[in-house]
Each structure stands twice: as C-alpha cells, then as structure tokens.
C-alpha cells in the first residue's frame, strides 16, 4: 500500500512558478515511477509528465514541455513538479500518482495509487 498527500498548490499570476511535492508513505516507493496528471473544471484528468523509479527517465505532455520539470528524492521519499511560466490554461486540480512497476507510464490506467490532489489556479 502506498500512500501519497500533494502540497504546494495555490493562486500564481500567469507567467509565475510554483512547486509541488508529493510526500509517500511506504518502502516501496523507490522501487516504483510516478507521474502528475491534472484535471480541469469540467475536463477529464490528463498526463502532465512522468519519472522512472531512479529518476533516470522522465518525460512529459507537450503541452507542459520546457516549462514543467519532473524530479524525485528517494532518500526522502518526494516527487517534485517544478512549474515555470504558468499559463491560465495550466489551471486544475493536480493528481500525484504511482505505478507499481518501476518504467514510466503515461495513461491514468497505468497507475494504481493517487493522491488527493491540490489545487494550482493560473490568474490572467
């Protein structure tokens, strides 16, 4: 079982930064690849980017490319999504997610564990 709680959410002006962290609970976690998904009002949850289980593979949609970063610290057990040049369209409820494997996975079907969510909104 493995346990995941998001921060770092909040209100940004657009072409502003914010970062999330997405805190695991369990001793598995190093052994598994995360991802960020998003949901807008009224729009289904989408890919934001993925990691592998040592952090040496990550990609991400492109329509985040160049201005999100994906990373992880398994010594403390955290993923990051680092958020640069925010746009009003970046705006939702950003998921945390694991797999249960250890190779990078972009669908919500690949991941098994979620979080519940914190929410970024983009102001114009």
């Known amino acids: 079982q493995v346990q995941l709680v998001e921060s770092g959410g909040g209100l940004v002006q657009a072409g502003g930064s914010l970062r999330l962290s997405c805190a695991a609970s369990?001793?598995?976690?190093?052994?598994?690849?995360m991802g960020w998904f998003r949901q807008a009002p009224g729009k289904e949850r989408e890919f934001v980017a993925t990691?592998?289980?040592?952090?040496?593979?990550?990609y991400s949609a492109k329509s985040v490319e160049g201005r999100f970063t994906i990373s992880r610290d398994n010594a403390k057990n955290t993923v990051y999504l680092q958020m640069n040049s925010l746009k009003p369209e970046d705006t939702g409820v950003y998921y945390c997610?694991?797999?249960?494997?250890?190779?990078?996975?972009?669908?919500?079907?690949?991941?098994?564990?979620w979080g519940q969510g914190t929410l970024v909104t983009v102001s114009s």
């Open positions: 997610a694991s797999r249960i494997l250890g190779s990078t996975g972009s669908s919500t079907g690949d991941y098994v564990y």
């Open positions: 369990g001793r598995t976690f190093s052994s598994y690849a």
């Open positions: 990691v592998n289980w040592n952090g040496g593979i990550r």
